[in-house]
């Protein structure tokens, strides 16, 4: 930060008063001395009357036979009652003219001082004393805002040690004088007298005008909306330094308003000081404030031009240390002189501090939270008073000495906390100007340098910077646990940012909560779970209209809108939400979001688990939002779908943009576009296992190898609703069997069904020749079966390493529980390897920087890795994959069919995979078996069965986009002559986007099979009491 004109080093500041004036006039700006002289002088003869209760204190505690403890307690109070509602006058200051708050709170004051005078009793005394103290509290939030507005951030130490000073040096005034009067006319003529300049510093305020928040630095924020107290405090508790600065000014006023009373009561009870003399100590104190202002000030000037903010807290810390040494210097000292002396040398750290904090506080905050976070301080320095001054005042009944000794020790711990304010200082600094400059952008939503982390030290983003405009569609790619969805949580409001700034519409919305941003107009679409399974589709409607529930004309023509965007839910009206189809769920889930008309709607995965027809529907759906003026952040795992919907991509690696430009370039950036997990995965499957048997390679036919799992007519029925009729198939060994179908097929039901997990109504499930119809799941497992499934159930609470420990279970050798406690060696070497497994794994998946971390912390994408890893610690014979490509970035995807195949051969497995990416399914599968309403449609070779015309109508549509979901979209794109005049899809991967024939065609082929239901193998596939319409019942999560 460079110095304004005049503030270069070897610049000598002036020595005469008008010398100086004329220089400090040349130091603060186009605003001039005139405000600061304003506020100085009413902030100076405010003070007047609280200050003369100090000094009047011993007269007024005999006037009404109290006690040192009593009189002490009250006039804490004076402080601690007031500062109390410091917050809100905070907030009031960040809200309201300042001019005219100030003038409010003046006139307390001075009525306040008349009415001490008059007070009858000690109880209208303290009554009147903290409600004149009350007007004193708006000073802090409202003088310094105001100062920080009028004057340039280079400006602040010069302009806040003058008006320290020069206040400090009228309020020394209120002593002698006040003593003066109270010695010959008595202490009730002090008050009357001395409320007259408070009324007339009334008159003066009126004299100058609010310049505006954040005028200093050239920005308007007058327009801004405004935040709610409880956010505006959010926003106040993410400065760090802040926060810290909270701490040590609990200790700093358990022993400053303390000693502020104690102080004419030492003198008096201890060295027998009558009220003049007293009034004298008071001129010393304020003295030695004069002379620690002026060195304070000039630390803050010399560090400024040199070290930057990040040494005001250690002039703050050194300053205050200085004054608590002091207070037991005066408590030790055994003579009046000495101890007179030890209060000039308090009172220079007492004011000295002021400079360098107020500058910090100035600097560390955004122009509107500045009235707040002056005030917040109050509250725990008021929290500090309250603990200590009632014991001090005990103390100070018959020890006033170690009654200082006491103080000085908190008022130490004050400083030392305030030296690690240090380490903040920067940081905070460049946060406020981020939040600032983020204002100033015209973006629907601006988002800059954000950073999140989970438990407070597992940072996840790091000074992410994005714009989104009114009404564009972002989408927000990125490789798995690079931090998508964290950004997006941390935008709508689920997650508070640690640093950094959101602005929406122009509002600082960094730190307000999920309702208000909602109320602001967004909404966010989450990945996994988004409706209420156990409420119907109206209940679920209903309950998004929460904004605006009490309006019933409202509800409804929300509701109806957004009806037109999925009508099929008007169909689905009255049917429970967890018996819909994925695709109708994920519907509904947008359904719920646009209840609320949002400005910006966010969308976590939105192809996550779904058909390519549902995809098709829900890219329309989403273009037309769009044209509706919806502005849309999308995140996706793939890029070609992607492509097709947004023209802007951001692409995230570790939490930071890398990426930010046209969708279509991103393709051409293979460094940046690249796997993560599974590069060079599938070679390294070659190391060998640690099994506990040999098994035999895959077999290179593996239509004539023997059957490793045989599914014999197997049906099952959940209530009135049939998920599979006579399903037959047979998976040999060392073959990979693809299994595709629309959501609500009954594929997972049939993983179920096979696992074990529900036991079949009619037909069998053979095993390697053995029966296994009636075996529970673990019996399957350790007979060789294994299984993951669509939302990587894993153990939330275990780490990577320990989770993968688990699923090598079934190969450890030494199972004796005894054997391990006493770590036999037999024990040891066994657990010994595997712990080299679990490395082998780890670091072949690319998950060797996640070993030590919980899998409740891991992103979807990354737990699609560590399940992985299970299975392949499992080594069983035969594995099921429940969509193994969902959830996880397109280039792992690419990487992952090679790693699958490379499993196949070097373990003999055979593999039963569903899957939904059909460039990865049809390059990796043997076989495809197609499912449609629980039946078989079709089974044969990849490409029979995806140009399968009851393939293409009830699973594929005619969306190319859609289909490929990874490997070259362009590819995808030419047209296949054939397959647009006969409705039959090309090969996925050379096919193009159908035409409108196509579409005719597949929808004629979809009814003729509605009706007829016939299938490849010649059986029925229409059973008796078939539900008319798709509403296959779904198992929690992972079922299709």
Known sequence: MSAPTGTQDHERVPRSPGAYLRWLSGQVGPSGLKPVLVLLTLSAVERFGITIIAVLGPNIRDTFHVSNQTLIGTVALTSILPAAASPWVGYLSDRVDRVRLGQISAVI?????????????FPVFAIVAVTAGAGLLVNTPTHSSLIT??????????????????????????????????????????????????????????????????????LSIEREERSNFWEGFRRVSAVRSLKRTWTAAFFFGGGVVAFLSLLNVFFKDVYHYNTAERGLITVVFGVGGLVGTVIGGGMVQKVMRGRGPQMLPVITGIMVVEFGIGMVLMGLMPWAVASAAMVFVLSLGFAGFLPAYNSMIGLVTTPRLRGQAYAYSLIFTTLGAIVVAPTIGGIANHHQREATWVLGALMVMAGLINFSVRQFVDRDVAEARKATQASEVDSLLAVRGLEVAYGGNVQILFGVDLDVNEGEIVALLGTNGAGKSTLLRAISGLMDPMGGAVFFGGRDVTHADSVNKAMLGMALVPGDRGVFPGLTVADNLGIAAWMFRRDGAQVHE???????????????????????????????????????????????????????IVVSQLLETVKRLAEDGTTILLVEQSVNLALTIAKRAVFMEKGEIRFSGPTAELLERPDVLRAVFLEGAAAAVGTAPARTRPRQGAHPNGASAPAALEVVEVSKRFGGVLANHMVSLALHEGEILGVLGPNGAGKTTLFDLVSGFFPVDTGRIVFHGLDVTDLPADSRARLG???????????????????????????????????AALNLPAALESEARIDERVHELTEMLGLAAFRNKFVSELSTGTRRMVDLACILAHEPTVILFDEPSSGIAQRETEALGPLLRRVREMTGSALLVIEHDMPLLTGLADRILALDLGSVIAEGAPDEVVNDPRVVASYLGTSAEATARSGSLAAALPLDPAGASSGRRAPVGTRSRATSAARVEGGATRARLAGRGDSTDGRDSQPPERPPARTTRRTPRGTT
């Open 149 to 218: 507005d009028y004057y340039p951030p280079a400006a602040l130490g010069t302009t806040f040690t003058f008006y320290l000073f020069a206040t400090t040096a009228i309020a020394l005034l209120a002593g002698p004088i006040g003593g003066g009067i109270g010695q010959v006319a008595g202490w009730r003529t002090a008050f009357a007298v001395m409320s007259v300049p408070t009324l007339v510093g009334v008159w003066l305020l009126g004299q100058i005008k609010d310049p505006g928040r954040g005028a200093s630095i050239g």
């Open 785 to 819: 079966l294994g299984r993951s499934f669509q939302d990587s159930r894993l153990f939330p609470a275990l780490t990577v390493t320990d989770t993968v420990r688990v699923a090598l279970e079934r190969h450890l050798e030494v199972r004796d529980p005894l054997a």
């Open 558 to 612: 929300a509701t109806e809108r957004v009806l037109s965007y999925f009508p099929v839910l008007r169909e689905r009206w009255k049917t429970q939400a967890g018996n819909l189809s994925g695709g109708e769920q994920q519907m509904l889930v947008l359904a719920q979001a646009l209840m609320g008309s949002p400005k910006i709607l966010m969308i976590d995965e939105l192809s996550l688990g779904l058909a390519p």
């Open 109 to 121: 004051v001075g009525v306040g001082a008349i009415g001490l005078a008059l007070a009858p009793n």
